[in-house]
């Protein structure tokens, strides 16, 4: 069944941030990942939540999301990321 990775981004580097982006793909897609879901227009319709950039990722299974995670292929962009955002990230199981 699919997983979704689920992040709120708070970019505080934009210049350095392009850098993580162009390092993430190639990452997301050999872990079979595809976007959903990358900054955009949201709206809160509940709740005190006000998200940053929402990004939503959909891999095969939870298996595939934390090895796309914990890989050293990703480390590599969260690397890049570290001094250009913050953020919350999660993976839930689909139906």
């Known amino acids: ?3 979704y ?3 709120d981004v708070d970019v505080t580097d934009p210049t350095q941030y392009e850098e993580y982006k162009k390092l993430a ?3 997301i897609a050999k872990y079979g990942g595809r976007y959903l879901a990358r900054g955009g227009t949201h709206e809160t319709m509940e709740g005190t939540w006000v998200p ?3 990004v939503i990722l959909e891999f095969p299974d939870l298996e595939r999301a934390r090895a796309f995670y914990q890989s050293a292929e990703y480390g590599v962009a969260r690397a890049a990321r570290k001094n250009a955002a913050t953020g919350n990230f999660v993976i839930v199981e689909g139906l």
């Open 1 to 3: 069944m699919p997983a």
């Open 5 to 7: 990775l689920i992040a």
């Open 25 to 27: 793909p190639p990452a």
């Open 52 to 54: 940053h950039r929402l």
